[in-house]
């Protein structure tokens, strides 16, 4: 069975409150950490694989690896094992409080900068401790399109072993995305070649900049550095401002950086309007990115037998249109299946909180603040109801061919749209995810978080809108009806 894995903010269940973060910071910016955990290590850290984003308040069992599958870390566990001595995130929602104090005090002396988009960034400078203000950079990123965000997620850390960390995420930077939610997490490790600093900085840097799509930029055994490379140029380029000087030393150390073991590709999207008369100029980014990948690693015959199933979790829906076919049976599904077009509907299942699914979670009606799914959107698109399952299955089978952890929600501004009788790709949106082919991996290291197979929506479930107040449903553990009413109450 194929699989199509995106952001995965789903809730989880439970009623306990999730414990205070691993440090207090003063209002100078000092930080008490208190870390009653064992050690973490670079061991820790799966080499291009997944991790799971540590549940604070669901204790050590279920965090800890279970066969295979990885143990959970936190945001201070994962930046603890890496001991970076300079950092760089990219983000959509950013508390630089918050992630200060997942660095211990001798690691915040390094550089560490934050990146967002254009209106995020006052908020962001005016929330960074006068403390930190030598070693923190903050800079912001230009949106052309309405409807547009940065909301890639990325972290990069340069460590004192001579390595360079990868971390691409489904996660905000704030406290509640990585301590009470679902949330997971891809890391990759390179190692740099710092006697060859030159040569190779500009070897990597000119092959990118002479191949549009980057998918012959280079031997295919750095393809996922160049494929990170090219993402970054096309993403703050010279003409976004402050934004580009800060990328460009880290485009320069990843081509720096050997991640000859790495098999994975990046799938991104990059706000612009991409034309077919350029040669490989429309898959460079969104849904046709990804399929062009997927009819390189697998042919039409794997594609045709074994690719039947299509499975995507998010924690956003965005306006799909007033039918199926307009777009997410049509263009998105076909890129699903790496081209194969005329696809049954059927193979398309679609993962969503349902209403009971977000009143009993950890954070109860509060958690849906995360899930912006708007009725006035539901109310226009109900057909979607179709393809909706729960992530909780009767019971578990299925495996992966493939999987794709992005930043990308479900909406044409992720993922791109097809205009002028499809020979032009349009995005609004800045998003990041890494694609993994079972043949490239351990299959069981491809593991979802949900069961298979899906057990679709009863006729009586109802997916959660943010804006709707659930007056003829039991409250939840706090004795809200909806997300708006526990924003109303927790902003006073």
Known sequence: MKRQFVEEKCVDNGNT???????????????????????????DLMDGGVHLVKVECLGTEANNSKGNVPRALSLFELIRAIRPIASIHFNYCIDPQWVLRQYSRRLRECPIAFVVGHQQLQALRAAVPSAFAASVRCAGVPMPFAYGTHHAKLSLFEANDRALHVVISTANLVEEDWTAKTQAFYHARGKLDTDGVESGAGTASTSVANDADANTSSAPHQRFRDDLVAYLRAAYPAGAGGVHQMVQFWVDRIGQ?????????????????????????????????LRQLLSEAFSAEERGRHHKTFVGQFSSIGSLG???EAWLCDEFLTSLSGGKSMLSASALKLIYPTVENVRDSLEGYAAGLSLPYSSQTHRKQPYLKQFLHHYVALDSAGQCQWLLLTSANLSHSAWGKLEKGCTQMFVRSFELG??????????????????????????????????????????????????MDARTALTG
């Open 17 to 43: 409150p999730p414990t205070a973060p691993e440090g207090k910071m003063s209002k100078s910016g000092d930080v008490d950490v208190q870390n009653t955990l064992a050690e973490p290590n670079s061991s």
């Open 257 to 289: 950086a050997d991640f000859s073991h790495i098999p994975d590709r990046i799938v991104a999207s990059v706000p612009g309007r991409y034309q077919k008369s350029a040669v490989g100029a429309m898959c460079r980014f969104g849904h046709l990115r």
């Open 322 to 324: 007033a039918r199926p």
């Open 434 to 483: 890494v694609l993994m082919c079972a043949k490239d991996h351990q299959r069981s290291a491809l593991f979802p978080p949900f069961d298979l197979p899906l057990t679709k929506y009863a006729a009586d479930d109802e997916p959660f809108v943010v804006d709707m107040l659930y007056t003829t449903k039991p409250t939840d553990a706090n004795g809200f009806r909806g997300a």
